[in-house]
């Protein structure tokens, strides 16, 4: 007596695989969601499957625990940020005016994802290993970038030289890192496009050398 042959398991289809990459997404969204408005502590699984519209055991097809999607937030959003670098760095500009474009678009982007930028300053603590190394190594060269745009303007005569390139970092990158901040209930509304643009020139006017 022969053994039946078992059919092939079929191929994750095309529209299988979009699926899942929505649902992927949906998951990340729901999850940002919910640890912003709660924190990462008080943040359920089941919290986030009930965004989602999931049972909690099908959460775990796309994530392995809280703490991989905490990473992902994270990953995803220095993702997003080294994309930046690069489509601003192809433009070819001199040194201050890349570094105006680059400031301008990271403001336009912490503005857009306030919840994200908000994680990432509260919450990136509560990973481990190699994760949180990962995150850390991916925080030290977006400001490496930002001192090395500031000490190439430096070098042109666009920037003054009265303060080293490592303060005058650590100065921008306070300023950048807070205009998340900026939109309010109260007062006049503002589109983050103007935001970004008087980010901009405020930075510029404190940065650029006198003649």
């Not at 191929?11 to 999850?31: L, M, T, Y």
């Not at 994802?113 to 919450?123: C, G, K």
């Not at 995150?135 to 400001?143: A, C, K, N």
């Not at 042109?156 to 005058?168: N, Y």
Request: with cysteine; aromatic share 8%; glycine share 6%.
């Amino acid at each position: 007596m022969t053994t039946p042959e078992r059919a092939p398991k079929a191929k994750a289809g095309k529209g299988q695989a979009v699926e899942r990459r929505n649902r992927d997404k949906d998951v990340i969204s729901s999850a940002t969601s919910v640890m912003s408005e709660r924190g990462y502590s008080a943040t359920s699984i089941q919290e986030i499957a009930d965004r989602v519209g999931v049972l909690k055991g099908s959460l775990y097809h796309y994530f392995s625990s809280k703490e991989e999607l905490l990473f992902r937030i994270l990953s995803e959003s220095h993702r997003e940020s080294e994309k930046i670098t690069q489509d601003v760095a192809a433009l070819g500009l001199e040194p201050l005016e890349e570094l105006s474009e680059f400031l301008r678009r990271e403001c336009i982007w912490f503005l857009t994802n306030v919840n994200r930028a908000n994680i990432y300053f509260t919450e990136s603590g509560h990973l481990t290993g190699d994760r949180l190394k990962q995150i850390q190594r991916s925080g030290r060269e977006f400001t490496q970038h930002l001192q090395d745009l500031i000490s190439a303007a430096q070098e042109k005569g666009q920037i003054s030289i009265d303060l080293d390139p490592v303060l005058l970092t650590r100065y921008v990158l306070g300023s950048v890192n807070n205009v998340r901040a900026w939109p309010t209930r109260s007062g006049p509304s503002f589109s983050k496009e103007e935001m970004a643009d008087a980010f901009v020139r405020l930075t510029r006017n404190a940065l650029q050398a006198t003649s």
